[in-house]
């Protein structure tokens, strides 16, 4: 089969649980560092497509123009009929991609929040995996408008739009499922400081971490176990 590319907004980003599990089925998996230059893949040259999280404002394409190259590159797969899974900045992108706007979250989710499937989302191949008030892990201050023609897919109580699929074969999801401890502990050293923005210290974060994060990465590997399934299904 094609390789799956993870295209990457920025570093730290390791890969986590996304990179464990496709590599565990048995994918070639690919990384593509976007933020850095290196060039996006055309969509027939791949079996899927994850796009990763990041910093910027996904509708900053003027600062960071591989940006707009990225929402290219997930409207043609979508067109193609390409498996795709964007995560955080990668699911606003795939928003904006499908027509959908960009805007100013109604509060800054950073930590583990309770989400809630829709009845669209209990039926999901994906986001099925998923029970109202399990938690996820955020950290975004933006959110996006559901793309027409949209399945909603979960929603959480201050910001509604948390994952969609788009077709059969896109899904974006607002929070982070690729997140483990050592990824977490390297987005926290490059981030520096984060209470005066973030509401909360390190030592809140960590609690919550040990607290949750081995639920949310069970709920996790299985979807992206789930999201290999559908690319192998594809059988490109």
């Avoid at 593509?32 to 899927?48: M, R």
């Avoid at 975004?140 to 023609?149: A, K, R, S, V």
């Avoid at 401890?181 to 971490?209: C, H, M, Q, S, Y």
Wanted: aromatic content about 8%.
């Amino acid at each position: 089969m094609k390789p799956v590319v993870i295209v990457r907004n920025e570093q730290p980003d390791p890969g986590g649980v996304v990179l464990e599990e496709l590599e565990r089925d048995g994918l070639t998996v690919r990384l593509v560092d976007a933020f850095a230059g290196e060039a996006l893949p055309s969509p027939e040259d791949v079996s899927g497509i994850v796009v990763f999280g990041g910093a910027q404002h996904a509708d900053d394409v003027e600062r960071h123009p591989y940006l707009r190259a990225e929402q290219v590159l997930l409207r043609e797969a979508i067109d193609r009929g390409t498996p795709v899974l964007g995560i955080c900045l990668g699911a606003q992108l795939l928003a904006i991609a499908r027509g959908a706007a960009l805007k100013p979250s109604p509060v800054r989710e950073f930590g583990y929040t309770q989400i809630a499937p829709t009845a669209e989302g209990e039926a999901d191949p994906l986001i099925g995996v998923y029970e109202s008030g399990d938690r996820v892990f955020h950290w975004h201050e933006d959110t996006f408008d559901l793309p027409e023609g949209a399945t909603l897919l979960a929603s959480s109580d201050e910001v509604r739009n948390q994952a969609f699929r788009y077709g059969d074969r896109a899904w974006g999801v607002q929070f982070h499922v690729e997140v483990t401890e050592p990824v977490l502990e390297g987005w926290l050293a490059a981030a520096g400081e984060i209470d005066p923005k973030w509401g909360k210290t390190l030592e809140v974060l960590r609690e919550e971490n040990r607290r949750y994060l081995a639920d949310e990465e069970k709920k996790a590997r299985e979807l992206v176990r789930r999201f290999a399934g559908v690319i192998r299904s594809d059988g490109r």
